[in-house]
DNA sequence: GTCTATAGAGGGATAGAC
DNA sequence: GTCTATCCCTCTATAGAC
């Protein structure tokens, strides 16, 4: 892969980070990359793609890095706390607020959703296969499955992280009370049988997922 | 308050919604508002602050409107069945995606971080209004306060509201999920001192607030 | 592959007539 | 208060020299 095409993508990614979605054109990306600004389209035809490329590759080598300590994740805590970690490290580098970005301007563009949409899937395949494993024989399960929690997570890290852009106070203590809620699983865990037991009767009685309301 | 000034927050509200905050301009609202375009800066100086009057009064009046609904509340799961409407409910009109547009805005904006943090402030007062009721008296309180528990909510629905723009069928079951384990509240309720001193052993064991890790 | 130069569109903002 | 007309800037994208 050409040197160039690399500069490229980390200026795209810089600029995504320092000058947001707005802010992000041929002309500040090239910048940022330090290279000439008509080679944005030689190279990726267009702003969009370059930023497609940015979003599905910077999203994947993160999460590479990140796959051992997701695979070392032994209980929900640990998993959020693993989420705060990351939360914290990549507001420097700013990882985290490119798919915040990107994820903004999908709402509207075919071409981002198709990016965000990739990046969104591979941190959430992480996180429901930890949680795939965590919550095994947990009375947990009862309540929730992998599949649908793993979303969850994913997009409250998501809100907290846009969040903290505008009120750094209130998104560490909603990091906070996370984690702290995970001591409920711990608990259920901890209780064994007797929550298993009191778990099923509740649902009996509220019904099970469907209506809520 | 004049009527060209009302179309003007009206079309910069819609325009958001419809176009994003990477399509919102003087030229754009003023189409959408059906009024002259140089009746942006007439009226509001810069398009920047009529997009901060159009995110705080937008806001205030959706907020307004779900008062009544807000105190009717009596537990964790009517509450976030309430936030599910509400999510569902804005989709259509988009006053929640208006929201997250400006957020996202907002990282790289001082002007807009500060319509953003009113905005996100009039939710979560909302909520944690809720909550300081809700919580009164149940064991939940020995983990979580409301202070630290209304932004952690306001920041998941926001985050799955962006999430939903790409992928609603993860979005819905996010949504889902998070209902299914407000039920771990009601639980605890449930088993009432049993659950209480099982959780104050439990975090005596830990450690209460500070280092989860 | 990389550069300069530029066409052509759209954007913010203002002047000045009405 | 509202309109037209316009200035000047930035943007995407391309043509063509090197």
Redesign the interface.
């Known amino acids: 892969m050409s040197d160039t095409r690399r500069k490229l993508i980390d200026g795209a990614i810089q600029t995504l980070r ?6 992000t054109s041929a002309r500040s990306i090239a910048a940022a990359a330090g290279v000439n600004q008509a080679l944005v389209f030689y190279h990726f035809d267009s702003v969009d793609q370059l930023v497609d490329a940015a979003c599905r590759e910077g999203t994947a080598e993160l999460v590479a890095e990140y796959r051992a300590r997701f695979l070392a994740v032994t209980s929900l ?1 640990e998993l ?2 693993l989420g705060r ?1 990351l939360s914290v490290a990549e507001r420097q580098s700013g990882n985290v ?1 490119v798919l ?2 990107v ?7 075919p071409r981002l ?1 198709g990016a ?2 990739f990046a ?1 899937a591979l941190w ?1 395949t992480e996180v429901e296969g930890v949680l795939r494993r965590i919550m095994a024989g947990s009375p947990v399960s009862e ?3 992998p ?3 793993a ?2 997570i ?7 992280e ?2 903290g ?3 750094p106070d ?2 560490a ?9 995970s ?2 699983a ?3 865990d ?2 064994g049988p007797v ?1 298993r037991r ?2 099923r009767a ?2 009996r009685r ?1 019904g099970r ?1 469907a209506d ?2």
Not at 103 to 109: I, N, S, V, Y
Not at 173 to 181: E, G, P, W
């Open positions: 320092t000058r947001g979605i707005t802010g805590r959020l706390a970690d607020a915040a970005q994820l903004a301007g999908a709402q509207q563009d959703a965000a949409r969104l959430t309540l929730a499955d599949a649908g929690f979303p969850a994913a997009a409250s890290f998501i809100g907290i846009l969040y852009g505008v009120d209130a998104a203590s909603a990091l906070d009370t996370l984690q702290a809620l001591v409920l711990e608990l259920l901890d209780l929550a009191a778990l509740r649902l509220t997922g809520f309301s």
